[in-house]
Nanobody
Framework: QVQLVQSGGGLVQPGGSLRLSCTASGFISDYYAVTWFRQAPGKTREGVSCITADGISYDADSAKGRFVTSRDDAKHTVFLQMNRLKPDDTAVYYC????????????????????WGQGTQVTVSS
């Protein structure tokens, strides 16, 4: 049974940094892509960044230049390093995995992901 367990998040001041982690278990191999999504109150869930099995990341405009996605396959963990955070980054962040495209990113469609983490709150406020 595949599981994604998230950690990290919390309260940070504007301009600060946070790192989220998403640890996978139950995959037969590391050929899966992981995407970070977020959902702010009253808004739809949106894609933030996807990382392929080969470690190539694709960032949404909201993340470019501030967020960095990486993965450590030895630990089966994907990280989202968030820098220069803004109040608009406040949301529940989710990681999601797609294991059907040999590790390539399918995009930011919610239906393209078979597995989801439990979500973690990120609040950017002074």
């Amino acid at each position: 049974q595949v599981q994604l367990v998230q950690s990290g998040g919390g309260l940070v001041q504007p301009g600060g940094s946070l790192r989220l982690s998403c640890t996978a278990s139950g995959f037969i191999s590391d050929y899966y892509a992981v995407t970070w999504f977020r959902q702010a109150p009253g808004k739809t869930r949106e894609g933030v960044s996807c990382i392929t099995a080969d470690g190539i990341s694709y960032d949404a405009d909201s993340a470019k230049g501030r967020f960095v996605t990486s993965r450590d396959d030895a630990k089966h963990t994907v990280f989202l390093q968030m820098n220069r955070l803004k109040p608009d980054d406040t949301a529940v962040y989710y990681c999601a995995a797609n294991a059907e495209l040999s590790g390539y990113c399918p995009g930011f469609g919610l239906d393209d992901y078979q597995y989801w983490g439990q979500g973690t709150q990120v609040t950017v406020s002074s």
